[in-house]
C-alpha cells in the first residue's frame, strides 16, 4: 500500500521527523481558506497522487497568496498528470496539499528499503539530494551511501551517527540527521514498511532540518498487525473499483488499454501469455490472475468484469490446472458468468494439466461455443485473429 | 537422483492438521513421499493422516530422524515456524505459505545466516522430484522421471514446462520453485548451481520473470563455471505493462535490473539458450541438447 504525500509526512511526523506545516484540500475554496488559516509567506501547493518526479510535470506549483494558491488548485484538481513515473496511465489529481515554502540551503537525500538479494533493510543517504538523483547515480557510484540494518526484535539498528557524518560534513547537522535516521529507522519497523523516502530533506539557512517530500509504501501483508495503518487504505483513493473488486475476489486483475480479455491462473503463466499475445499482433484488454484461492464464483465475477469491458474483442482463457486450482473449477466460474450477460465475443480456450478433459465438458455441458487450442502458442494467434475480425 | 531430496529424506509437516496441508500432505503420501511426522504446536501426541503430530519440531526430528519440513502456516505464525525448524538444525525447509510479511523475511534470513539449514520459498510451490517424492502444492500428473532440472520463479509456468519436457521425452530429475515473495530463501542462482553440480541432471532449465535481479545473478554464474550442460532461460514479461513507481529507492538499491528485455540480454550474453516464448522452452531444450 503506497501512502500520499501529505499521510506519509503524518506517519513520519508522528515519529519525530520535522515537516513543514500543511492541509490538504479536495476543492479550491478549501485550497484558499486552508492558505488562509496556515498564514505564510510563500506556499507550495503540491498534487497528492501515488507516483513520484511531480515536479517536472508541473504537479508542484508555487504560490504566495491564498488567491495564487486557489489558482494553481484549479489548475490541479481534477486534471491528469503524467510523470516518468506514473507509468502510462496518467494519475487524476483528487487532493492538494497546501504547505509552507520552505528555502533549502542544502537538499539530502535519506531511504529506507528492502534489499530483495541479500534479504536485508538497508539506508540509503546521499549528500547531493533532489529531483533526478537516479539519473545522477548511474554516472557517480559514490552518489548513494549504502547501510545495512540489522534487525535486533522490534529495532532496526545501525551506526546511525558514522552514516550521519560520512553524507553532512558539518557536525552539528550531522547530530541531527542521525537523529532523523534513528526515527526513521523506528518508524520503518513500527509500521511494517517497505519503504520509506525522505527527498529532499532539506537543510535550512538556519541550520534546521525539514523533510519537504516523503514517500511511504507499506507491507500489505503486515496490515493484519497494524490496524492504525489500515485508516490510510480506505482514505487511499482507489486505483480501480473493479480492480480493488477483484482482489477481494481472489483474482489479480489490471485494466489495460487492448481488446483481447485475458483469463489465466498464475502471474508468471498470465505474463507469458501476454508476451505470446503480443507477438501475434494482439492487445491484452487486461492482466488476469487468478489465484489458487479463487471459487468458482469467484472466477464467475472476474469473466464478468471482462464481458462487462466494451473494448473486449475476444477472450483468451489460457488455464493451465495445478495441485489447487483445477481446469473445471474455472471452466464453471466461465459458465456462471456466461449465464449472467448476454454479451457474446469470440471465446478462444486452452486447458491443460489437472482435469482439463473434465472442464471442457463442463463448459460442453452448459452449451458454450468456443474454439479449443492445443497449445498457448495457437491460442494467443486464433484470439489474435479473432479479435482483429471483430473490429474490422 | 535429485536435488535437495534424496531416497532417504524424511519429512515432516509443520501445520499438518489445517486444511490445506491436510489436502496436500495426502496428495504427497499417496505420490510416495516419505512424509512421516507433523508438528502443530498444542496438538502433539494426536494422529493425523495416519501419521504422530508433535508439539515441536525437536521432537519430530528426535522421535522420526525427519530431516526435511514442509512449513503450511498461516503467514502471521510461518516466520516463527521456519525459524524453529532452523533452531532444529533440519537440512531443508520448504515454505508454500503466501503472504508471508516481508521484515519477517528479514529476520528468517537473519537466522539462516550461518545456519546448517537450506530454505526453499515461501509462497513457493515447492520441490518434486518425480519418482522420489513431492514437497509441496504442484500438479504432478504431467511429471516424469528424466534429466532435467527446472528451476523457477513462477509455479504456473512450471507446470507448462514440466508438461513441455515430458512431450519432449526428456522428463524432469527436480523443479524447484523459488517462490514469489521479494525476500526469500535459496534463489535462482543457487537452485543453477545445486543442478550443475548433480550428477542426473543434464540439462537446466531456469524459468525467470521481470522485476528483481535473480536472472542477471544466473547470468553472472554461468559466466563464471562456464557450464557443460546446457541452460536453457525463458523470461516472462516481454510486454508487461511499465509499473507505477514510488520515488528512487528501490532502483538505487538493487542498482536498476528487472526488465525482461536486459535480463534476457544478460542471460545471452551469458551463453544461455533464450527461448523465445513460453510454447517453446521443451523444444529449445531438445534443441540444445542433440
Keep these: ?120 533493510v538497508v539506508m540509503l543517504a546521499s549528500a547531493k539530494g533532489g529531483d533526478d538523483i537516479e539519473t545522477r547515480a548511474r554516472g557517480d557510484s559514490l552518489l548513494i551511501q ?90 487511499a483513493i482507489a486505483p480501480d473499483r473493479d480492480e480493488l473488486e477483484a482482489q477481494e475476489h ?14 489465466v491462473n498464475g502471474a508468471g503463466l498470465a505474463l507469458a501469455t501476454i508476451d505470446l499475445l503480443a507477438d501475434a499482433g494482439g492487445r491484452p484488454a487486461n492482466f488476469m490472475d487468478i489465484r489458487t484461492t479463487a471459487s468458482s464464483l469467484d472466477i464467475a465475477h472476474g469473466f464478468g468484469l471482462i464481458l462487462a469491458n466494451p473494448q473486449v474483442r475476444a477472450i483468451l482463457v489460457n488455464v493451465h490446472g495445478g495441485g489447487m486450482q483445477r481446469c473445471d473449477t474455472i471452466a464453471e466460474g466461465i459458465a456462471v458468468a456466461m449465464r449472467r450477460s448476454a454479451r457474446r465475443v469470440p471465446l478462444v480456450i486452452r486447458f491443460a494439466g489437472n482435469n482439463a478433459a473434465y472442464a471442457a465438458t463442463v463448459l460442453k455441458n452448459s452449451g458454450i461455443a468456443y474454439t479449443s487450442a492445443n497449445d498457448m502458442a495457437e491460442a494467443a494467434r486464433i484470439a489474435a485473429l479473432a479479435a482483429r475480425k471483430e473490429a474490422a | 537422483m535429485a536435488i535437495l531430496v534424496t531416497p532417504e ?77 532452523i533452531e532444529a538444525e533440519l537440512e531443508l525447509i520448504v515454505c508454500v505459505t503466501e503472504r508471508v510479511p516481508v521484515l519477517d523475511m528479514v529476520r528468517v534470513r537473519q537466522a539462516l545466516a550461518g545456519s546448517k539449514t537450506r530454505l526453499v520459498g515461501p509462497n513457493s510451490q515447492g520441490v518434486l522430484a518425480p ?43 527436480t523443479t524447484v520453485g523459488v517462490g514469489g515473495d521479494p525476500v526469500h530463501g535459496l534463489s535462482l542462482p543457487e537452485a543453477l548451481e545445486l543442478f550443475l553440480d548433480d550428477p542426473d541432471t543434464d540439462g537446466i532449465i531456469v524459468i525467470g520473470e521481470i522485476g528483481g535481479s535473480e ?27 511499465p509499473e507505477r513507481r514510488m520515488g528512487h529507492a528501490g532502483a538505487l538499491a538493487t542498482r536498476g535490473a528487472g526488465s525482461a528485455t536486459q535480463k534476457i540480454a544478460a ?24
Excluded: W
Design chain 1, 250 to 263: 481472489q483474482l489479480n486483475y489490471l485494466k489495460l488499454d487492448g481488446s483481447i480479455g485475458c483469463v
Design chain 2, 131 to 173: 519418482g522420489l517424492g513431492q514437497l509441496g502444492v504442484m500438479a504432478t500428473v504431467d511429471a516424469r522421471k528424466g534429466r532435467i532440472g527446472i528451476a523457477s520463479r513462477s509455479a504456473s509456468l512450471t507446470s507448462e514446462v514440466v508438461l513441455q519436457t515430458t512431450n519432449a521425452g526428456l522428463g524432469q530429475s
Design chain 1, 146 to 235: 549504502r547501510l545495512p540494518l540489522r534487525l535486533d526484535g522490534a529495532r532496526l539498528t545501525g551506526d546511525f551517527a558514522a552514516f550521519a557524518r560520512s553524507i553532512e560534513s558539518d557536525p552539528r547537522i550531522a547530530e541531527g540527521v542521525a537523529v532523523v535516521m534513528q526515527n526513521r529507522a523506528a518508524a520503518f519497523v513500527a509500521s511494517d514498511a517497505t519503504l520509506t523516502e525522505i527527498n529532499p530533506l532539506a537543510v535550512t539557512e538556519s541550520g534546521h532540518l525539514v523533510a519537504l517530500d516523503a514517500k511511504v509504501t507499506i507491507d500489505d501483508n503486515a496490515l493484519f498487525r497494524r490496524g492504525d495503518l489500515a485508516r490510510f487504505k480506505s482514505a
Design chain 1, 1 to 120: 500500500m503506497d501512502l500520499y504525500e501529505h499521510q506519509a509526512k503524518r506517519l513520519l511526523s508522528a515519529y519525530g521527523i520535522p515537516v513543514p506545516i500543511s492541509e490538504v484540500a479536495e476543492t479550491v475554496d478549501a485550497a484558499g481558506q486552508a492558505a488562509r488559516r496556515l498564514g505564510c509567506t510563500g506556499f507550495v501547493v503540491k498534487a497528492q497522487i501515488l507516483a513520484g518526479d511531480r515536479m517536472s510535470a508541473g504537479g508542484i506549483r508555487f504560490a504566495s497568496t491564498p488567491v495564487e494558491v486557489e489558482t494553481a488548485a484549479r489548475a490541479l484538481l481534477g486534471n491528469e498528470l503524467v510523470t516518468s513515473q506514473t507509468g502510462p496511465n496518467a494519475a487524476r489529481v483528487k487532493a492538494v496539499q497546501i504547505e509552507e515554502q520552505v528555502i533549502a540551503r542544502r537538499m539530502l537525500y535519506l531511504a529506507i528499503t528492502i534489499d530483495p538479494l541479500s534479504g536485508e
Design chain 2, 9 to 85: 529424506t524424511k519429512v515432516m509437516c509443520q501445520g499438518l492438521t489445517g486444511r490445506t496441508a491436510t489436502f496436500h500432505c495426502g496428495r504427497m503420501l499417496s505420490y510416495g513421499t516419505r512424509l512421516v511426522a507433523g508438528v502443530v504446536p498444542g496438538k502433539g501426541g494426536r494422529t493425523h493422516l495416519d501419521l504422530p503430530v508433535y508439539a515441536s519440531v525437536g521432537e519430530a526430528k528426535g522421535a522420526t530422524g525427519a530431516s526435511a519440513s514442509l512449513v503450511f502456516v498461516p503467514p502471521q505464525h510461518a516466520a516463527a515456524a521456519m525459524i524453529e525448524a
Design chain 2, 215 to 241: 536472472e542477471e545473478a544466473v547470468a553472472d554464474v554461468i559466466q563464471r563455471r562456464k557450464p557443460k550442460k546446457p541452460v536453457v532461460a525463458l523470461v516472462a514479461g516481454r510486454h508487461a505493462p
Design chain 2, 267 to 290: 542471460l545471452e550474453r551469458a551463453g544461455v539458450h533464450i527461448a523465445h516464448d513460453a510454447s517453446r522452452v521443451g523444444q529449445t531444450m531438445r534443441d540444445a541438447l542433440s
